[in-house]
């Protein structure tokens, strides 16, 4: 069978319209009776990201196979000095929440 036929076939499973089974307003009635979806504050799914990312990292550091290369590279880093130190973790902590809000923002 070609597949454009089931496709066609599918199609017309999608449009076939169903006729109302009147059930004398008792859907309506229990759709009006349900209580108010709740919202969570705007912050509430960056913070998510956030978190999420930062724990995923962290958890990658702990169980990270060869510790031996992440102690050099972290020893690299701090031997750079304090400022630059502190400008590559900053960066890297604010890439991670740009990225983290883009995801979150997104119409995925």
Do not use: C, H
């Not at 307003?25 to 912050?43: E, Q």
């Not at 031996?68 to 400008?87: D, M, V």
């Amino acid at each position: 069978m070609d597949p454009s036929d089931i496709d066609q076939q599918l199609e017309a499973l999608l449009n076939e319209e169903e006729p109302y089974i009147d059930d004398a307003g008792f859907t309506r009635s229990m759709l009006d009776n349900l209580p108010p979806p709740t919202r969570r504050p705007a912050w509430f799914k960056p913070a998510a990201l956030i978190s999420s990312t930062v724990l995923s990292s962290i958890l990658v550091v702990v169980f990270l196979p060869d510790s031996n290369f992440l102690t050099t590279r972290i020893n690299e880093i701090f031997s750079l000095g304090a400022l630059w130190t502190g400008t590559i973790f900053s960066a890297v902590m604010v890439g991670v929440s740009a990225l983290s809000l883009l995801i979150a923002n997104s119409k995925l």
